[in-house]
């Protein structure tokens, strides 16, 4: 990545601007300085009362591999059952493998008025991939891509302390921006994958996670390939920007 700027308020907004969640990573590792220099930044992350409620969970080579691999196999039964009709769901019940065991749900219905940034938002993904409206599986293969970190080799779990509610999730998600701003920064690439957070066990077994914290975020982290889908910019609506109306 190139800059082209010189006062620091240029440079933090070209490298907030020019950050992309990226969907296809070359295989090449990160080097273990590179890696907690990044890690060093994002634990200046500002929190409630500097409590730093968060904490990670870092998976490369053969862990990596194993939670990867896992994470498919739940992930082709979950969708064996939505495809195999009642007897599908049936089994999936019975079996419960399959089931969606994360600590917060990742499965619910999208408020009405985030619908049409969320649809533009895949729509905009599934063109620059080159996949069609209605086809179902070429999605489903697209989504099975983030339990394969997209190709990253590494791999950051984050967990968030069930203690102070809300506000720890609130911390964890800044603690989470920084990590990705300082990443970009380093010349790393990363994807936030709240996808991840689907399936616990298979991270809990290969991980000691102290009792309180919960698991709420994946991120993959290495370095992006040329591949066309890391040129996908869904840009950002300015309407964001305009302030909630006063009651005067
Ligand atoms: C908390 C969080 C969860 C996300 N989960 C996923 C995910 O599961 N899979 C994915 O491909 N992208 C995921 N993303 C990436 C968003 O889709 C992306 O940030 C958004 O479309 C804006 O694009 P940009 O990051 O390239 O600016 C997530 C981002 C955040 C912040």
């Known amino acids: 990545m190139t800059l082209s700027a010189d006062?620091?308020?240029?440079i933090l907004s070209q490298l907030i601007r020019t950050r992309r969640s990226i969907r296809d990573f070359l295989p090449q590792a990160i080097p273990e300085k590179l890696l907690n220099e990044v890690l060093a930044d994002a634990n200046w992350s500002p929190s409630w009362s500097n409590t730093q409620p968060y904490r990670i969970a870092i998976a490369s080579g053969a862990v990596r591999a194993?939670?990867?691999?896992?994470?498919?196999?739940?992930f082709d039964l979950g969708m064996a059952a939505q495809n195999g009709g009642a007897l599908?769901?049936?089994r999936l019940l019975?079996?419960?493998?399959?089931l969606p065991d994360g600590d917060f749900s990742t499965q619910f219905t999208y408020?009405?008025?985030?619908?049409?940034?969320?649809?533009?938002?895949?729509?905009g993904l599934y063109e620059v991939l080159g996949i069609g409206r209605k086809d179902i599986a070429a999605r489903d293969k697209q989504m099975r891509r983030n339990f394969e970190f997209f190709g990253a080799p590494t791999v950051i779990f984050l967990f968030a302390h069930k203690g102070l509610h809300e506000f720890s999730i609130l911390d964890a998600g800044i603690f989470l921006n920084t990590l990705m701003l300082?990443?970009?920064?380093?010349?790393?690439a990363t994807c936030a994958q709240g996808a991840l957070a689907t399936w616990a066990s298979p991270i809990r077994s290969e991980f000691k996670i102290p009792e309180p914290y919960q698991l709420i975020c994946g991120l993959s982290i290495g370095y992006a390939s040329?591949?066309?889908?890391n040129n996908f910019n869904p840009g950002r609506s300015d309407a964001n920007l305009l302030q909630i109306e006063s009651q005067k």
């Open 88 to 90: 599908g769901k049936l």
């Open 7 to 10: 006062t620091p308020s240029e």
């Open 182 to 188: 300082s990443a970009h920064a380093h010349g790393l």
């Open 111 to 123: 408020p009405e008025d985030l619908q049409p940034k969320r649809r533009a938002t895949g729509a």
């Open 94 to 98: 019975l079996t419960r493998r399959g």
């Open 226 to 229: 040329e591949s066309a889908v």
């Open 66 to 74: 194993k939670i990867s691999s896992e994470l498919c196999s739940l």
